[in-house]
């Protein structure tokens, strides 16, 4: 008994008067944007039957991803985050921009302002269970030389897969820092190796993935900024090999690319060889 008034002249009318398009004045962008997403969430609710009942808890469900600050967690979950970076990758490739460190997604956990360090950086500051992790690398323009004074910003969770910020138990910066590149585009940090993410159990973006059959975990990740003078900003991740959820992201941002080896040494020769016992600023 679907009935059919989403095309008549007065519901088409008022999504008009309702996104602004009827007045002069405001921002035409938001106006066309939101007419848009008016016109297809109307159409929604007629081609589904959507009830008033419906529609209210959807509503009272926005209001708790609010209250909870888990809006860009939800927009991670539901693959919008994801959906933007293939478009910036399809920008790309049309652009004949290839090559270097694949992008993936930010998240919602990035906190501005962690202590800068020049060249190399320790990151963990709490303690913590987790084996030490020694990462290193070079940051290179596109045409493959090494930039100095580059921004390296890197971001994790602890061994319970939390992070600082969102996590009372955690100091501040712990597991954040900037590392400044050296003259040859160098950087090394020590840190503790993460674990994994997953959604507050209790929170409304666990709530709609239960109700999606789907889980809400990430594989264990480190997130980067890396920015550099005249050079667009890359946000991407590692991933630490062998996690479950490698390759079952809740938030889809896993590339092949971005998976690199670890290798693991326990012998105090190659410790040592490796800079643990080095200060680490
Ligand atoms: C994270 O740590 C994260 O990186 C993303 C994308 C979503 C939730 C938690
Ligand atoms: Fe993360």
Not at 243 to 268: G, S
Request: hydrophobic residues 35%; negative net charge.
């Amino acid at each position: 008994m679907s009935v059919n008034v989403f095309d008549t002249a007065e519901v088409q009318d008022f999504i008009k008067t309702a996104a602004g398009l009827t007045v002069a004045g405001g921002n035409p962008r938001v106006k066309q944007i939101v007419h848009r997403v008016m016109s297809d969430l109307f159409k929604t609710i007629e081609e589904l039957d959507v009830t008033p009942d419906e529609f209210w808890s959807a509503v009272n469900y926005l209001n708790v991803v609010g209250q909870r600050g888990e809006a860009g967690l939800l927009a991670a979950g539901l693959g919008f985050e994801k959906y933007l970076d293939i478009r910036m990758d399809a920008q790309d490739a049309a652009e004949g921009i290839e090559g270097g460190t694949p992008r993936t997604i930010e998240g919602p956990l990035y906190v501005a302002g962690a202590p800068l360090s020049e060249g190399s950086a320790r990151l963990d500051t709490d303690p913590d269970e987790g084996q030490v992790l020694i990462m290193h690398g070079t940051v290179r323009g596109r045409d493959g030389s090494p930039l100095a004074g580059a921004i390296v910003e890197v971001w994790h969770a602890n061994s319970k897969g939390m992070y600082s910020y969102f996590d009372s138990t955690q100091s501040a910066y712990n597991l954040r820092r900037s590392i400044r590149t050296d003259a040859n585009g160098r950087y090394e940090f020590r840190s503790l190796v993460p674990t994994g993410y997953g959604c507050p159990p209790d929170g409304p973006t666990q709530g709609l993935m239960d109700l999606l059959g789907r889980h809400g975990r990430r594989p264990a990740h480190i997130h980067f900024f890396v920015t550099g003078d005249g050079y667009r900003k890359l946000t991407t991740q590692i991933n630490i090999d062998g996690d479950e959820y490698l390759h079952d992201d809740f938030a889809f941002a896993t590339r092949d690319d971005l998976i690199p080896t670890v290798v693991q040494r326990d012998d105090a020769a190659s410790q040592q060889a490796r800079g643990l016992d080095a200060p680490f600023a």
